[in-house]
């Protein structure tokens, strides 16, 4: 049983920071490349960042310089602090785990992260 589990969303005003954090089980972390993704009301899902195995990051333009990925494999968890948050951040940041080689996408149930203006 596979489980992807987002913790540390909620409510902050705007330029205030939150570290989400996502908690792996039932997969093999070391070989998965992880990823952040995100959904607002109305809009499609986009990719936030990802880091792969290797440690090879990638961010949406939108949020370079302002979100970083990172990941403790000893941990099973992938985390990306966000910092400056701006109300076009809110959304429901998704967790993602990726084998390679065509392998399966496993995702996290989400969280809520909500900048006030």
């Known amino acids: 049983q596979v489980q992807l589990v987002e913790s540390g969303g909620g409510l902050v005003q705007a330029g205030g920071s939150l570290r989400l954090s996502c908690v792996s089980s039932g997969i093999i972390f070391s070989i998965s490349d992880m990823g952040w993704y995100r959904q607002a009301p109305g809009k499609q899902r986009e990719m936030v960042a990802t880091?792969?195995?290797?440690?090879?990051?990638n961010y949406a333009d939108s949020v370079k310089g302002q979100f970083t990925i990172s990941r403790v494999n000893a941990k099973n968890t992938v985390y990306l602090q966000m910092n400056s948050l701006k109300p076009e951040d809110s959304a429901v940041y998704y967790c993602?785990?990726?084998?390679?080689?065509?392998?399966?996408?496993?995702w996290g149930q989400g969280t809520q992260v909500t900048v006030s203006a």
């Open positions: 880091i792969t195995s290797r440690l090879s990051t």
């Open positions: 993602n785990a990726h084998y390679p080689r065509a392998g399966p996408n496993y």
